[in-house]
């Protein structure tokens, strides 16, 4: 009887933890610095698409009403799971736009620009981190005060 329920209780656990994990991307990587425009660009689509992915799991997981019943502690450890994905994704795109510009790539304004667009919802967030290049002499006063209107335009 006891060995019944063993099983019952490795399945339970393996069905609970068997849920979509979005893949939660490193901010920084020791060789970003190293990396040309290209290679740049190439990362920051690299962040969009583990972005997708994290939000497709996320519309997946919220929408079935069986898995929310049945495997709670699953669903809240995998939406969870897609929050952190997402914002390190996020976090990450900003990082390599900052070398971006600071190697005055061509495409960096027009990737960043696209980047605040898509994470409006984030406004509190994106004000702090433009503050913070401020702050680190990334950008001057005048780009900051123009960037954060953009921002709360959108």
């Not at 990587?29 to 425009?37: A, H, Q």
Request: positive net charge; proline residues 2%.
């Amino acid at each position: 009887m006891m060995f019944k329920k063993n099983i019952y209780i490795i399945f339970f656990l393996f069905l609970i933890t068997s849920c979509a994990k979005p893949i939660v991307v490193d901010v920084v990587l020791p060789e970003d610095k190293n990396l040309n425009c290209k290679q740049l660009k190439d990362e920051y689509l690299e962040t969009r698409r583990f972005k997708k992915e994290a939000e497709h799991v996320q519309e997946a997981q919220g929408a079935n009403a069986t898995r929310l019943v049945l495997f709670w502690p699953a669903l809240f450890q995998t939406l969870h799971n897609a929050d952190v994905a997402i914002k390190a994704a996020n976090d990450r795109a900003y990082h390599v736009l900052d070398i971006m510009k600071k190697k005055e790539c061509k495409e960096a304004a027009k990737l960043y620009s696209e980047l605040t667009k898509t994470d409006a919802r984030n406004v509190s967030y994106e004000i702090k981190r433009l503050h913070q290049l401020y702050k680190k002499g990334i950008l001057t006063k005048e780009e900051f005060e123009q960037a954060k209107k953009r921002v709360l335009v959108e």
